[in-house]
């Protein structure tokens, strides 16, 4: 679905009259290609710990252009403050208000990145690091020109350069990251590793994508195989001929399935392995809507919903944890939805079985860490997809534009997040949901 508006009101005529009008005007964003900088301009590193002067060191090692003091007038690709030996809430004072005046600066696309401390602490230290979660959140409310900003939680005794860190710094600093807006990744360990090339940190992996057919799961199984997986894309009978395209298209393997059978779990496992010789990443990303008021809402449309939005996952979880062909790092990530969060009329079953899947990953995460293991879930926002563009036009344009970036995002994007959780770079975070909205609720 092509969002026409943004387009017109990106350049020329059509820019000048929305600023005029004083109309949304978002911006064409950045989205990753193979082989493009990871930022345009250089990279200001602010903060004075010891954790910082590790980071800036780490990232000239990316061959970056790393900035420790702000040239005036000279256009940065991001912005890093780094605020992990937060001890109370005026610490923050002088590392924020020296970062301030470069966020003039800012090339279009451009990031900000903060790296600080779960709370935690004394009360004093909590507060402090509390407080960058309100600050980071509202920062990336005044960003513009397709601007981001996003913040990494390090859990106590991880430090900044763990792999973990690293890996969510690099994601959130490029153009897979796009949609991706004001909010937080937590970095529970330092397991991990970053890949030997960063253009194809799958390579070596066997990953299966459920609901692969069509809309987002096709991009994700693409966007798998792009970064060096070989891919098993599953999805119902139904869908055979469609599966097949996007199997073929990916150079893996289709398996037509219906993911509430009781063996779905065993059946997923003994192609991946018959098939391939391994299996490395499951994708839950299958689901399906029956949408009603809950005044209206019969057996039928709940059970539906529940079953395959989430019973499906636990069944296909279970039989995965049960496996010994699941133990060599494996990484498991749902799709669940802002739905689940912030709830959406008309969609209890929905948003029930979607809430249910930021539960699930949060309780499955200690049963994976024992095999060094992961298990994350990306919550989408408002999607360009085949079932948005049968919206009315009115309500589509209210929720493209009730977002911080102003604008809906792509499949491609929600693909971008799923693989970078599926990559070792992310072994350190677990048991975390990362929404992928352009910041599109209040407060969240």
């Given at each position: 679905m092509t969002d026409t508006y943004t387009r017109l009101v990106s350049k020329g005529v059509g820019r000048d009259v929305a600023k005029k009008l004083g109309l949304p005007q978002p911006a064409l964003l950045r989205r990753y290609e193979p082989g493009q900088p990871l930022v345009n301009g250089p990279l200001l590193v602010v903060g004075s710990s010891t954790g910082a002067d590790a980071l800036a060191t780490d990232l000239l090692a990316w061959d970056l252009d790393v900035r420790r003091h702000a040239v005036p007038r000279e256009k940065l690709g991001g912005i890093v403050l780094v605020l992990d030996e937060l001890e109370k809430p005026s610490d923050l004072e002088e590392p924020v208000l020296r970062a301030a005046p470069?966020?003039?600066?800012?090339?279009?696309?451009?990031?900000?990145?903060?790296?600080?401390?779960?709370?935690?602490?004394?009360?004093?230290?909590?507060?402090?690091?509390?407080?960058?979660?309100?600050?980071?959140?509202?920062?990336?409310?005044?960003?513009?020109a397709g601007a981001t900003g996003n913040g990494i939680l390090l859990a106590d005794g991880v430090g900044a350069t763990a792999p973990g860190a690293l890996g969510a710094l690099r994601f959130f600093l490029s153009a897979r990251s796009?949609?991706?807006?004001?909010?937080?990744?937590?970095?529970?360990?330092s397991d991990g590793?970053?890949?030997?090339?960063?253009?194809?940190?799958?390579?070596?992996?066997?990953?299966?994508?459920?609901?692969?057919?069509?809309?987002?799961g096709a991009a994700i199984a693409r966007t798998l195989h792009r970064d060096g997986a070989t891919v098993v894309a599953v999805d119902i009978p139904a869908a055979g001929d469609h599966l097949a395209e996007v199997a073929n298209e990916v150079r893996g393997t289709a398996l037509q399935l219906d993911i509430t059978r009781d063996n779905a779990g065993a059946r997923i496992i003994d192609h991946a392995v018959g098939r391939?010789?391994?299996?490395?990443?499951v994708v839950h990303n299958a689901g399906i809507t029956r949408?009603?008021?809950?005044v209206n809402m019969d057996h039928s449309r709940w059970s539906s919903v529940i079953d395959v939005n989430i019973a499906a996952q636990l069944r296909i979880n279970d039989a995965l944890l049960a496996s010994e062909h699941f133990r060599s790092s494996p990484r498991i990530v749902s799709v669940a939805s802002t739905s689940g969060i912030a709830g959406n009329r008309g969609q209890t079953n929905y948003a029930a079985s979607k809430g249910g899947v930021m539960g699930m990953?949060?309780?499955t995460a200690p049963l994976l860490a024992r095999h060094g293991g992961s298990v994350?879930?990306?919550?989408?926002?408002?999607?360009?997809t085949e079932m948005t563009a049968r919206m009315p036009f009115a309500m589509r344009e209210i929720a493209r534009r009730l977002n911080s970036l102003q604008q809906g995002g792509r499949p491609q994007d929600v693909a971008e997040a799923i693989a970078f959780l599926a990559?070792?770079?992310?072994?350190?975070?677990?048991?975390e949901v990362l929404r992928v909205c352009g910041q599109n609720m209040v407060g969240a």
């Open positions: 470069s966020l003039r600066d800012l090339a279009p696309n451009g990031r900000v990145v903060t790296v600080s401390r779960e709370p935690g602490g004394t009360p004093a230290a909590a507060a402090a690091r509390q407080g960058v979660d309100g600050l980071l959140r509202s920062l990336a409310k005044e960003l513009r796009a949609f991706v807006d004001g909010q937080f990744v937590r970095v529970g360990s590793k970053l890949p030997d090339d960063v253009d194809t940190p799958l390579a070596g992996k066997v990953a299966v994508v459920t609901g692969a057919a069509r809309g987002i391939h010789g391994r299996l490395d990443i949408d009603k008021l809950l990953v949060r309780a994350n879930a990306v919550a989408p926002g408002f999607i360009e990559s070792d770079a992310a072994g350190g975070i677990s048991g």
